[in-house]
């Protein structure tokens, strides 16, 4: 079997780095005797990142570009350029030169061997360690702790994908660094290799401490969406019959009280919780009931983008016409 590879690299501000990625990915794609494209998707760069990317589209076939009209952020940058590969497997890594393309032959040696997807761990991760590393490896564990999918480093963008299984995943917000756990929950098979990293030479990382707190709030999402997003009503209505019972029991607490011990029962505490708990209750079910409507929603209707794109380079009109503007802009 030879599969054919699209490498997606999201470019925001990387005008030192386009040049050097575009070279280092020259000297490996063209010996694994491939058919290959590169995909550039300019998250609205405001440097000269898109200046650079035309020029060297213009002389090569093979390099295409997605142009956002603004920065939509890397999730939807990749997941923009999956939705334009038109090859077997995607490929995605970094376009500031961290994630190295001589690991990308290796990787499809993976898929080659039969896996969906083959995500990096940076081992020898190039990066400060206090605000970058130390929150990285924590967020690692508690994520393997609380999806159960044994991973150790989410955050490298460096992967290989089949792109059937690629396309199923929906990028938005920051979730491309849950894509390997995206994946397994729709049945992919996923293994994870060792992968070369470097410091960054030019530009600056694009994230900040913030994140961590970002990947935190995300993960909550992501363990939602996995054990209930079916079924909203399983969650919420456990919590609401929960609620109940507590509201009944001590309903019945405070009854009993009056007769027996002619306990008051607007001063028994107890009663003030059995009518809390009946209303936060019906709250849950409530819920329960919206989020079970939403969830039809969301697998009836067809979805808009997370992403706007204003102009492509080197795409054949009918691939993925679907997101291309109507018109091109002027040459
Ligand atoms: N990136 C992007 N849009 C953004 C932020 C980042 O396309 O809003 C790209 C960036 O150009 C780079 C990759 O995503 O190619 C990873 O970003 P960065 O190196 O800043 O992340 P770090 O390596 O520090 O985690
Ligand atoms: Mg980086």
């Avoid at 040049?19 to 063209?30: Q, S, T």
């Avoid at 019959?241 to 507590?246: D, E, K, N, R, Y």
Wanted: aromatic share 10%.
């Amino acid at each position: 079997m030879s599969f054919s590879v699209s490498v997606v690299v999201p470019i925001y501000n990387e005008e030192e780095n386009v040049p050097l990625m575009y070279d280092a990915l020259n000297r490996v794609l063209p010996e694994t005797q491939r058919d290959y494209e590169i995909i550039f998707v300019d998250d609205g760069s405001t440097d000269r990142s898109l200046l650079e990317l035309e020029r060297i589209a213009a002389e090569d076939r093979t390099v295409k570009i997605v142009e956002f009209r603004g920065n939509f952020g890397q999730s939807a940058a990749m997941g923009a350029g999956i939705q334009y590969a038109s090859k077997d497997v995607v490929i995605t890594m970094d376009g500031d030169l961290q994630n190295d393309p001589t690991d990308i032959p290796m990787m499809m040696a993976k898929i080659e061997e039969g896996y969906d997807l083959v995500h990096g761990w940076r081992k020898n991760r190039q990066d400060a360690f206090i605000n970058r590393k130390l929150p990285s490896q924590c967020a690692n564990w508690l994520i393997s702790k609380v999806t159960g999918f044994p991973v150790r480093d989410l955050g490298c963008t460096l992967k290989a994908v089949r792109s059937e299984v690629a396309r199923e995943i929906e990028l938005y917000g920051e979730m491309h660094r849950f894509i390997p756990i995206l994946a397994a929950w729709r049945g992919a098979k996923c293994v994870e290799v060792v992968t070369n990293h470097h410091p960054r030479q030019f530009g600056v990382s694009k994230y900040g401490i913030g994140r961590v707190f970002r990947v935190v709030l995300d993960l909550i999402t992501v363990k939602f969406l996995i054990q209930y997003m079916i079924s909203p009503m399983r969650l919420f209505g456990t919590a609401g019959i929960s609620c109940l019972g507590i509201s009944g029991l001590s309903g019945l607490a405070t009854i009993g009280m009056k007769l027996i011990g002619g306990v008051d029962m607007t001063g028994n505490p107890l009663f003030t919780l059995a009518v809390f708990s009946g209303m936060v209750s019906l709250q849950f079910f409530v819920l329960g009931m919206l989020g079970e409507m939403g969830s039809r929603i969301y697998f009836s209707n067809d979805r808009r983008p997370p992403f706007a794109v204003r102009d492509t380079v080197n795409f054949e009109s009918e691939d993925s016409a679907k997101y291309s503007p109507s018109f091109k802009r002027a040459a």
